[in-house]
């Protein structure tokens, strides 16, 4: 029986103008473990530098999340039905993942709808939420990075 096995990521940066954007989607493979049963595995993303640099400049509201640079937290967020959260930016890379339920993550270049399974990496760039008609639950690591000069 032939399974189908990945991930859905997009990936945020920002345009030349400095606007906040989508700079790629990325379906992640996930792979069988040789001489494993049922075991699969896939890279999703991987930072380069430690800590990763700071975001871009962004035009959004700051939001502190009180992470110094490198510091790791990992979150579990549930929006409410219909649930939104006005742009912001923050000094972090978050690695998103819709756990259930549906949400649009709103940047500069429009909406982009995540459901179950998709994932987001938020560059510190402007982004906004709005959940969907069930709500959503939001698996959420962030690492600090430096602050912007």
Known sequence: ????????????????????CVV??????????????????????????????????QRGEHL???????????QVI???EGQNYPMHHTDTVDFDTVLRGRIELTLDDGAHVLEAGDGAVINGVDHAWAAGPDGARLSVISIGTPPRS
């Open 1 to 20: 029986m032939a399974e189908q096995h990945g991930m859905r990521v997009l990936l945020t940066g920002a345009d030349a103008e400095g606007r906040s």
């Open 78 to 80: 549930d929006y409410p």
């Open 64 to 74: 502190e999340l009180g992470l110094a640079p490198g510091v790791v937290r990992w």
């Open 24 to 57: 790629g989607e990325e379906t992640v493979t996930l792979d069988a473990v040789p001489g494993s049963s049922g075991f699969w595995f896939g890279d999703v993303v991987e930072t380069t530098a430690t800590p990763p640099p700071a975001g871009p400049a």
